[in-house]
């Protein structure tokens, strides 16, 4: 037999149209990361899938894997269908930036399981919060949390304790992605400015549940975003897209 049969929870990160009447789904579960699978006439209406299969639906997911790159989905179950999220166009952007970070950081069938609750929680935070007045899960700093995060879970958690060049925990200004992490006065080349706010943020944010977003000002967020592209730049080769939508 060179095929099988997986059970596994999954969040749906992307569904994509395929053929006449399939989908090509990006899966990401606890054990086996980011999973390429094809529903097979599943944009036909009496498909038995229903609506399942949408972006942000957190799954208990019947996979058969064969001998191509992509799964076939046998069946699907509802853990949560993140209703709410659905009617809140903030709520809704959030959660299509949170699935593309996971995507693009966590690729590979690598598992990493705290990703996969972590991303669950964000769904489930934005859920809870979506249709009220804008809250901290769906704007910027909520967003910036949920990536210093996905960082940390990488191993690609900058230094911030004290300068990442020579370890001075004094007089840190600046933040350098190549030397990863923030950098003092005297080692400051070649990196940007990063005020004590920005700072305050990301070290609060590691810290902290994502349910507790620290506050900051829009500057001190834009040096917070920064901070986490160059770090994606430099260890990653990797580019998101910005945190959060333009305003106006
Ligand atoms: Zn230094």
Not at 222 to 234: N, P, S, W, Y
């Given at each position: 037999m060179s095929s099988r049969s997986v059970k596994t929870e999954a969040v749906v990160l992307r569904s994509m149209r395929y053929g006449e009447a399939d989908r090509i789904l990006h899966l990401y579960t606890p054990h086996r990361g980011r999973v390429g699978a094809i529903a097979k006439g599943v944009r036909r209406a009496r498909s038995r899938f229903g609506g399942r299969l949408e972006p942000f639906f957190r799954l208990h997911a019947e996979l058969?894997?064969?001998?191509?790159?992509?799964?076939?989905?046998?069946?699907?179950?509802?853990?949560?269908?993140?209703?709410?999220?659905?009617?809140?166009?903030?709520?809704?952007?959030?959660?299509?930036?949170?699935?593309?970070?996971?995507?693009?950081?966590?690729?590979?069938?690598?598992?990493?399981?705290?990703?996969?609750?972590?991303?669950?929680?964000?769904?489930?935070?934005?859920?809870?919060?979506?249709?009220?007045?804008?809250?901290?899960?769906?704007?910027?700093?909520?967003?910036?949390?949920?990536?210093?995060?996905?960082?940390?879970?990488?191993?690609?958690?900058?230094?911030?304790?004290?300068?990442?060049?020579?370890?001075?925990?004094?007089?840190?200004?600046?933040?350098?992605?190549?030397?990863?992490?923030?950098?003092c006065a005297a080692c400051e080349a070649g990196s940007f400015q990063l005020g004590e706010d920005a700072h305050g943020f990301m070290t609060a944010a590691l810290g902290r549940a994502l349910t507790d977003v620290p506050a900051a000002s829009e500057?001190?967020?834009?040096?917070?975003?920064?901070?986490?592209?160059?770090?994606?730049?430099?260890?990653?080769?990797?580019?998101l897209m910005p945190a959060a939508a333009a305003r106006g």
């Open positions: 058969h894997e064969g001998r191509g790159e992509l799964l076939t989905v046998t069946g699907a179950q509802t853990v949560d269908g993140h209703a709410r999220l659905r009617g809140d166009a903030r709520a809704l952007d959030a959660a299509a930036r949170a699935c593309d970070a996971v995507g693009r950081l966590f690729e590979t069938s690598e598992p990493h399981p705290g990703v996969f609750n972590l991303l669950c929680r964000q769904l489930a935070l934005l859920d809870e919060q979506a249709g009220g007045p804008p809250r901290a899960a769906s704007g910027r700093a909520g967003a910036l949390a949920f990536r210093l995060k996905l960082l940390l879970a990488a191993g690609l958690a900058p230094q911030l304790g004290a300068c990442a060049s020579c370890g001075e925990r004094e007089h840190l200004v600046g933040f350098s992605g190549a030397a990863g992490g923030v950098v500057p001190a967020l834009g040096q917070v975003e920064r901070a986490i592209a160059v770090t994606l730049e430099h260890h990653a080769h990797l580019r």
